[in-house]
């Protein structure tokens, strides 16, 4: 099955910048997600988006649902250290029994 | 705590072996999923059970066999079929088929000897 195109693929930056991150695909989907991974562990749920057009936010996580229901972005406001990790958005299409991952984003925050 | 248990961290395999991965919810989720994991590549389906006593192949199950026999385990056994099989997989668990929103376990490595 077709992933999802997530851009980019890593980002190194500054501590107190903002990060933008985004996945796309050519299918359309009812729920994008966004997790979390650290080395050697599982990913963990940042965001979860339901409606097209949403907008939601966690703490200094901001999340898009888009208004073709074929994309998502992730911001991240005024990086930490600890924001170092790999992002991932995931889509579960109607109907469907499964998700779709993209790739990653590999995010490095230098102190 | 409530959570998804994988076991072992690490696994390692010789050649022609069978191994099994352990998976185990006490979250009363309705559905369960296997996924490898793959440097620079998306999470893979291998395979997905939404219900006790029955399971479903996804897009890499060759190689892979599963069984569904209680509620809160989900065993993964990659077999000698399976011919690359190190990478790090990943467990899941969904609260109902409603609510599409997957959780998931620490993950286990399985290398090969």
């Known amino acids: 099955g077709q992933q999802l195109n997530q851009s980019p693929q890593s980002m190194f930056i500054q501590e107190g910048e903002d990060v933008s991150m985004n996945c796309t695909s050519s299918s359309i989907f009812n729920t994008w997600l966004w997790y979390k991974q650290d080395p050697g562990e599982g990913p963990v749920l940042l965001i979860a988006?339901?409606?097209?057009?949403e907008l939601t936010s966690n703490g200094r996580l901001t999340a898009q649902f888009g208004i073709t229901r074929k994309d998502s972005f992730l911001n991240i406001s005024a990086s930490i250290p600890s924001d170092v990790g790999i992002y991932f958005c995931a889509g579960h299409r109607y109907n469907n029994n499964d998700m779709r991952f993209g790739a990653g984003t590999r995010l490095t925050v230098k102190p | 705590d409530g959570g998804i248990t994988q076991s072992p961290k690490y696994l390692f395999r010789k050649e022609g072996q069978n191994v099994t991965l352990s998976c185990e919810q006490n979250?009363?989720?309705?559905?369960m999923y296997w996924y490898r994991q793959d440097p620079g590549q998306g999470l893979r389906l291998i395979y997905y059970s939404q219900i006790v006593n029955d399971f479903q192949k996804g897009d890499i199950a060759e190689g892979y066999s599963v069984s569904r026999e209680k509620k809160e385990s989900f065993p993964l056994t990659v077999t000698s079929a399976q011919k690359n099989p190190t990478a790090f997989y990943l467990c899941?668990?969904?609260?109902?088929?409603?609510?599409?929103?997957?959780?998931f376990g620490a993950g286990t490595r399985l290398s090969v000897l």
């Open positions: 979250l009363n989720h309705d559905a």
């Open positions: 899941a668990s969904k609260p109902d088929l409603a609510k599409n929103i997957q959780y």
């Open positions: 988006l339901y409606k097209a057009g």
